[in-house]
């Protein structure tokens, strides 16, 4: 085969390949979209509902991210007198009416049937992250009154690469894990989710609860549209090399 056709053929395959690949992220892209539209309308079902009483105990084992995630309840349960938890944040994704930096008062509740519940009480505005701040913040919730409480499962965060690790002399995480957090800090076994709360409002206001309004991000058709644009950047690339090899 001369050099020429050895250079256009290979030049060719290459031109396939990169195509072949730009055109898959693109497809992929345009899949992402239809899952995050069917989770963007699944979530918005879940926070516009009417909370249900919390099922029991036994059934908890059943809960699972993808069905039950954000999903409002309703319970009775009594903050225990035991160390609550910060978590750190800078602000938040769910909660138009925090800004951060802060902390959140994570805290076990006692269930009527004697099972444990963490509840995610609500935002401490808590710049440098002080336990005495969060203490008073969180002690005149823990009083033995059993209360109401209207919130919405959550599930536990994981760590990535770059988490920080606990400071658990501060009570202080930088994730939403309550498992770890019961294991640390003496709450018992408690249940696989935990409640971000949204009432009642304490009077101080102070941790402060809300409802909840998810915004997903939604950029897979710009990003489908970039990956297609480069495909065809590429044919058109491919196509003026092969018209000057052509002509000379």
Same mark, same amino acid.
């Given at each position: 085969?001369?050099? %020429?056709?050895?250079?256009?053929?290979?030049?060719?395959?290459?031109? @396939?390949?990169?195509?072949?690949? @730009?055109?898959?992220?693109? *497809?992929?892209?345009?899949? %992402?979209?239809?899952?995050?539209?069917?989770?963007? +309308? +699944?979530l918005t079902e879940r926070l516009a509902?009417?909370?249900?009483?919390?099922?029991?105990?036994?059934?908890?084992?059943?809960?699972?991210?993808?069905?039950?995630?954000?999903?409002?309840? !309703?319970? #009775?349960? !009594?903050?225990? +007198?035991?160390?609550?938890?910060?978590?750190?944040?800078?602000?938040?994704?769910? %909660?138009e009416d925090v800004s951060g930096p802060? !902390?959140?008062?994570?805290?076990?509740?006692?269930?009527?049937? &004697?099972?444990?519940? *963490?509840?995610?009480?609500?935002?401490?505005?808590? #710049?440098?992250?002080?336990?005495?701040?969060?203490?008073?913040?969180? #002690?005149? $919730?823990?009083?033995?009154?059993?209360?109401?409480? #209207?919130?919405?499962? %959550?599930?536990?965060?994981? =760590? &990535? /690469? $770059? !988490?920080?690790?606990?400071?658990?002399?501060?009570?202080?995480?930088?994730?939403?894990?309550?498992?770890?957090?019961?294991?640390?800090?003496?709450?018992?076994? *408690?249940?696989?989710?935990?409640?971000? $709360?949204?009432? =009642?409002?304490?009077?101080?206001?102070?941790?402060?609860? &809300?409802? $909840?309004?998810?915004?997903?991000?939604?950029?897979?058709?710009?990003?489908?549209?970039? /990956?297609? &644009?480069?495909?065809?950047?590429?044919?058109?690339?491919?196509?003026?090399?092969?018209?000057?090899?052509r002509r000379s």
């Open positions: 085969m001369p050099v %020429r056709k050895r250079s256009a053929f290979g030049l060719a395959l290459i031109t @396939l390949i990169m195509v072949s690949v @730009l055109t898959s992220l693109g *497809v992929w892209q345009l899949h %992402r979209r239809d899952e995050k539209h069917a989770l963007i +309308a +699944a509902a009417a909370p249900q009483a919390l099922a029991s105990s036994s059934a908890w084992t059943t809960f699972d991210p993808a069905h039950d995630e954000f999903r409002r309840v !309703t319970l #009775t349960g !009594t903050f225990d +007198a035991k160390p609550d938890a910060m978590v750190y944040s800078s602000g938040s994704a769910v %909660r802060g !902390t959140w008062a994570f805290m076990p509740a006692r269930l009527p049937d &004697g099972s444990v519940v *963490v509840i995610n009480a609500g935002f401490v505005q808590n #710049t440098m992250q002080d336990r005495a701040q969060q203490d008073r913040a969180v #002690t005149r $919730l823990i009083n033995g009154t059993p209360q109401t409480l #209207t919130g919405y499962i %959550r599930f536990p965060e994981h =760590p &990535g /690469w $770059l !988490t920080p690790h606990e400071d658990t002399a501060k009570r202080l995480w930088f994730l939403r894990d309550h498992v770890a957090m019961a294991r640390a800090l003496g709450w018992g076994t *408690v249940a696989p989710f935990y409640i971000d $709360l949204e009432s =009642p409002i304490p009077e101080s206001g102070i941790p402060k609860p &809300g409802p $909840l309004v998810v915004h997903l991000k939604d950029d897979h058709m710009q990003y489908a549209i970039t /990956w297609f &644009g480069l495909a065809l950047v590429v044919v058109v690339a491919f196509g003026f090399w092969l018209a000057s090899q």
